[in-house]
């Protein structure tokens, strides 16, 4: 098997190393694992292409390179650039340092990635390790993405799951704020939100007297509704969310279309 790995927090990220080693044992002995990621962090980019602007492609070691663009760049110059007519077999983003559980997905660079992958026709995942007390000060934080990320790949692969639309699918992955030992198992659930709590912006003076603005994350952990993403994550469990980029609100359509 030959997969495609980037992620959003950068080419040196520990969470790309810890998903450098789950593409290797998925991709077997015989497999090859190419990594094309920014050069530098760029969480919260989303979807973001470099559409009005060329950027720089470097070869740090075999296999292994940095781009100076979001992470849906680094999928397209991966494809068309650095493999070329080797098209991967599947596309893994990530582990992300931090969830991107509930409304976090629709900002988060390393969905954007794996977003990119499936417009691109290739089966990808987003796989993100949610942050909290009872795993944050561990020696690897990611060591619930580390120990469930295989099996988690590796359930929805068997599955065959059939996409009659013109959207390939995708699928989101958070690992629980917990020890590996403390994972209680995996979990197919809807995206949730966090209600009444949102990002937000605040303004701060700097010595010189400018002005800047700060932009700020709302509490992560707020509750979703049960059997979401979130909730599932705080539970304790893997949660994994299959995604499409139709954006159609379908029951809305049916509705107006419907309308007198």
Same mark, same amino acid.
């Given at each position: ?139 690897? /934080?990611?060591? =619930? %993405? $580390?120990?469930? @990320? ?6 929805? #692969?068997?599955?065959? !799951? &059939? ?13 629980? /704020?917990?020890? =590996? %030992? $403390?994972?209680? @198992? ?6 949730? #939100?966090?209600?009444? !709590? &949102? ?62």
């Amino acid at each position: 098997m030959r997969i495609l790995i980037t992620n959003d927090d950068g080419i040196n990220a520990q969470g790309l190393q810890v998903l450098h080693a789950i593409a290797t044992r998925l991709a077997g002995a015989d497999g090859e694992v190419w990594t094309v990621a920014p050069a530098f962090e760029q969480s919260g980019v989303g979807h973001c292409i470099s559409y009005t602007r060329p950027f720089m492609i470097s070869e740090l070691s075999p296999r292994r390179f940095a781009a100076e663009g979001s992470p849906a760049d680094c999928v397209l110059a991966g494809l068309h650039n650095v493999l070329q007519d080797q098209k991967p077999d599947l596309i893994l983003s990530g582990v992300n340092r931090g969830n991107n559980s509930a409304e976090n997905t629709l900002y988060s660079g390393t969905l954007g990635a794996a977003m990119e992958g499936a417009l691109q026709g290739i089966p990808s995942f987003a796989l993100s390790q949610y942050y909290g007390p009872d795993n944050k000060d561990l020696d690897n /934080p990611f060591e =619930a %993405a $580390a120990a469930f @990320g295989v099996e988690a790949i590796s359930k929805v #692969l068997q599955a065959s !799951t &059939h996409n009659p639309s013109a959207y390939q699918l995708f699928y989101n992955i958070n690992f629980p /704020p917990v020890p =590996a %030992a $403390a994972v209680k @198992g995996l979990r197919y659930t809807a995206q949730g #939100l966090r209600q009444n !709590t &949102h990002f937000s912006a605040s303004n701060e003076v700097s010595p010189n007297g400018r002005h800047y603005t700060w932009i700020k994350g709302g509490d992560q952990r707020a509750p979703t509704a049960p059997g979401t993403d979130a909730a599932s994550n705080l539970d304790g469990y893997v949660s994994i969310t299959p995604m499409r980029a139709d954006l159609t609100a379908h029951d809305v359509l049916e509705a107006l279309q419907s309308a007198p």
